[in-house]
Every structure is written in C-alpha cells, then in structure tokens.
C-alpha cells in the first residue's frame, strides 16, 4: 500500500524557480531514503538528488548549487527547490523512495533503479 505522488512542475522561463513536492504514505516517512530523478527527452533517467537512509544528501553534478532537497517528516512531505532553472533541466521529475535502500547517496545517483517505489511523475519546462 505504499504510494507515492509528486507535484509542483511546470512552466518556467530560464532563470526562474519552482519547487516540486513529494508525498509518500504506507511506511513512517522518516525510514524511507527517497529521491528526485528525471528524464528528458532522448535521454536517459538521471539521478537528481537523494537523501539516502543515514540523512546523507547527493546531488548530481549538474544542479549543485542550484536545487536543495529537503524532507519535512512532521509532514511527510519531499521537497526539490530548484533556482536558476536552464533550457538543460527539462524533464519529467520522478519522486522515488525506499524503506531498504543500502546504497549511499552518492551511489543511489547512478544506481536510483534500486528505489522500490516511484511516482508518476511531473513534468518541469524551462523555456529560454
């Protein structure tokens, strides 16, 4: 019964912000490692960013600096601000979550097939 649903995508101009949320119900939220990944177009899944089982937190190359995940447990809510938003980071962005997950942060950003349970999904245009 574990489910998990994202929002928040949407159409911005590069530059811009938005803030993507994640909820995840079945299991005490604080005992899942969970992530952001997108794909794009033509391209393969990519690991976004992930807080992995210890509270560690990942980020992929390509948005350190610019987008912070966070977890509010109280509510169980997943976040992904993401700032300074490019053409480059249109997606789908996938929340996804694991009450098993052994991999480090780090390791779940190229190996986030190893998450249990994903979202559907929300989708993320940056217009130039």
């Known amino acids: 019964q574990v489910q998990v649903a994202e929002s928040g995508g949407g159409l911005v101009q590069a530059g811009g912000s938005l803030r993507l949320s994640c909820t995840v119900s079945?299991?005490?939220?604080?005992?899942?490692?969970m992530g952001w990944l997108r794909q794009a177009p033509g391209k393969e899944r990519e690991g976004v960013a992930v807080i992995d089982l210890d509270g560690a937190i990942a980020y992929a190359d390509s948005v350190k600096g610019r987008f912070t995940i966070s977890k509010d447990n109280a509510n169980n809510i997943l976040y992904l601000q993401m700032n300074s938003l490019k053409p480059d980071d249109t997606a789908m962005y996938y929340c996804a979550a694991d009450p098993y997950l052994s991999l480090t942060a780090v390791q779940a950003l190229g190996y986030h097939g190893d998450f249990g349970y994903w979202g559907q999904g929300t989708q993320v245009t940056v217009s130039s």
């Open positions: 079945g299991l005490p939220f604080e005992d899942y490692a």
